[in-house]
Structures are given as structure tokens and as C-alpha cells.
């Protein structure tokens, strides 16, 4: 089988957070994703969440809440305290000065590099995220 048979895509990937409602107000109603899927499973007391950023094609994030102790300590740290998620915008000052104005916490301040312009910013959870235009 070559390259060209094959098609795949990491389509998702789980962000484990401490509380769904929490995490819906800040991907949906701050860095204004899209929720594609809130469904409740109340005998299993779980939900399934899922939000992606505004636009075509990427991959989306299934919001998993932390449901034991071992859970609980990977919130936040699920890369070991690297850039976990790498957020691509097509126009960087739009994106970095409305979530400044929302509260969002940049860590790393605005830089260009070759590649593009890039800042870091955490989420409520202490993920570490990229916020990016390619040059």
C-alpha cells in the first residue's frame, strides 16, 4: 500500500477539563468556537461536548470532564507544561486584541518568526496554546 492509498486525519482530541458548563463559556462564549454536540448521557453521568473553531476543516476538541483523582491531576497538563494546542487564525491582530479585551491570559506576548506571528495564551485549565497566523 503507498502514501496515496491511504487517507487519514486526527478528526479529534479529548481536552480533559474540570467542568463542561466552565469549559463551554470559555471555548464557545470567549474565543468564540462553535459547539457541534452537547448531548447528556444521565444514566452514565457524563455528556458528550464538542466545539471547533469557527471555519472549514481542522480538527474539533471533545471537552471530557475529569471524573476521578487520576483525571483530575491531568487537567491543565496533559503535555507536561508544553504548548498543548495550536490555535491558526487568518488575521492575528483581530483574534489577539478580542480575546485580550475578553480576559484571556497571554503568557508569551506577540512574536514574528519566519513561519508567522504567534503569542501564547492559557486557558481556565492552565493549557498552554498557541495562537498563530502562518506567514
Not at 63 to 92: C, H, K, P
Not at 111 to 117: E, I, Q, S, V
Request: overall charge negative; proline content about 5%.
Amino acid at each position: 500500500m503507498s502514501d496515496g492509498d491511504v487517507r487519514q486525519r486526527i478528526a479529534r482530541l479529548a481536552l480533559v477539563v474540570t467542568d463542561y458548563d466552565r469549559a463551554l463559556a470559555f471555548y464557545v462564549g470567549v474565543l468564540g468556537f462553535r459547539c457541534l454536540e452537547d448531548t447528556a448521557y444521565p444514566e452514565e453521568d457524563k455528556r458528550w461536548v464538542v466545539v471547533a473553531p469557527p471555519g472549514d476543516g481542522g480538527a474539533e476538541l471533545v471537552l471530557a470532564q475529569a471524573r476521578d483523582a487520576r483525571q483530575r491531576t491531568r487537567v491543565g497538563d496533559q503535555a507536561g507544561g508544553r504548548v498543548f494546542l495550536f490555535l491558526e487564525t487568518d488575521d492575528f491582530e483581530r483574534d489577539h486584541r478580542r480575546y485580550r479585551e475578553a480576559g484571556v491570559e497571554f503568557v508569551r506576548e506577540p512574536k514574528r518568526f519566519p513561519y508567522g506571528t504567534v503569542a501564547v495564551f492559557r486557558d481556565p485549565f492552565g493549557n498552554l496554546w498557541d495562537l498563530i497566523e502562518p506567514a
